[in-house]
């Protein structure tokens, strides 16, 4: 099913991995991808597709002990610098960094009913926010939050400080706000989380998420983005090894 014609049929909700208690293995045989494109990148474009795992439309789990192909969902390819920074030029931002807009007083962030308040305990457990930004297409405030061994990206209504959303990484929001895209790699096991959201009825579902493999991603808050070509671009190191990586830039298109 194609992906954009699916998106609106998700119903799952929650963090990056919270999945359905549903789960089916993958068929994982050596056929090549239908949905892979070659491009004159210097590797093996299958590499960019190596996941740990995925899901899609209905957001069932699906798991495998090896790494496997990314066989549906997104179209990943490896494009030049110069294209990079040429869709760079008609990127869309919709953020302001107003960050005196909301002051933390005595350790607490206010808006309306939600009070979010720096803790620190004995047992070494911690809370600490800090206002980031607004969006004004949603109208929802961008507060980060850190605390001992994590942190997460809340989306807080404006109006009601209801909060909308709890994201693992910054949000990057497309042209008209119908998809969010976040990512984070995590460094000691060099896994990259990759989810995107779809727009719904004033809220944000999962429609993709997947762990990949191959490549992680570089500073995502600074170089990732929509384009107006409804194109998701941004900046990785594809790893050879444990030892050496390689800069270079993807272009990710919904399928």
Not at 183 to 199: A, D, G, Q, R
Request: proline share 1%; with cysteine; net charge negative.
């Amino acid at each position: 099913m194609n992906l954009l014609k699916a998106v609106y049929s998700f119903v799952a909700l929650g963090l990056l991995f919270s999945c359905s208690d549903e789960i089916s293995e993958p068929n994982v045989d050596n056929h090549q991808s239908i949905f892979l494109k070659k491009t004159n990148s210097q590797w093996n474009e299958n590499d960019l597709y190596q996941v740990k795992s995925y899901q899609i439309r209905n957001l069932k789990k699906i798991e495998h002990s090896n790494s496997f192909k990314l066989e549906e969902g997104l179209l990943i390819e490896a494009i030049s610098e110069k294209e990079y920074e040429s869709a760079n030029q008609n990127k869309y931002r919709h953020y302001l960094k107003d960050t005196l807009a909301l002051v933390k007083i005595n350790k607490s962030i206010h808006i309306e009913k939600t009070v979010l308040t720096d803790k620190f305990s004995k047992n070494g457990s911690s809370e600490f926010y800090n206002y980031l930004g607004y969006f004004p297409i949603l109208n929802q405030y961008l507060v980060r939050g850190e605390y001992l061994d994590s942190l997460d990206y809340k989306m807080i209504d404006k109006n009601s400080g209801q909060i909308k959303q709890s994201l693992v990484s910054y949000p990057i929001i497309s042209q008209n706000a119908n998809f969010i895209t976040v990512c984070k790699t995590n460094e000691f096991e060099n896994l990259t989380y990759f989810e995107i959201y779809n727009y719904e009825n004033g809220l944000y579902k999962n429609a993709f998420r997947a762990i990949f493999t191959n490549w992680r991603v570089v500073d995502f808050e600074q170089h990732a983005f929509w384009s107006k070509d409804g194109i998701f671009y941004l900046k990785v190191d594809r790893m050879n090894n444990e030892e050496s990586s390689e800069e270079t830039f993807l272009k990710i298109t919904l399928n």
